[in-house]
């Protein structure tokens, strides 16, 4: 039913680092993209990194090398370890994975607060 759980969110002061997991309850997930988004109250959902299936990695802007995302084919899970952690990276962060031909899932989302 639930085919991606995140886990890892929680509140942090500014600078301080957390590392989400994304686990997989999928049979072929070697086969997805993964990826992690992020939507902050009142914005859109936005990218934060994806992973290939060839590992093949892709971040969004607002990384600025801060941000590292992994996979573990063997685990079936897909990692985020985010340093230092700014006030606008304040958001729910959501697993996401997608295979050809058109078939996706998104985790429920794990809530990543940062004070100011």
């Known amino acids: 039913q639930v085919q991606f759980v995140e886990s890892g969110g929680g509140l942090v002061q500014p600078g301080e680092s957390l590392r989400l997991s994304c686990e997989a309850s999928?049979?072929?997930?070697?086969?997805?993209?993964m990826g992690w988004y992020r939507q902050a109250p009142g914005k859109q959902r936005e990218l934060v990194a994806t992973?290939?299936?060839?590992?093949?990695?892709d971040y969004g802007h607002s990384a600025e090398g801060r941000f590292t995302i992994s996979r573990d084919n063997h685990k079936d899970t897909v990692a985020l370890q985010m340093s230092g952690l700014k006030p606008e990276d304040t958001a729910v962060y959501y697993c996401?994975?997608?295979?050809?031909?058109?078939?996706?899932?998104w985790g429920q989302g794990t809530q990543v607060t940062v004070s100011s």
């Open positions: 996401y994975g997608n295979r050809w031909p058109g078939l996706d899932y």
């Open positions: 992973i290939s299936i060839n590992g093949n990695i």
């Open positions: 999928i049979p072929d997930f070697r086969l997805f993209r």
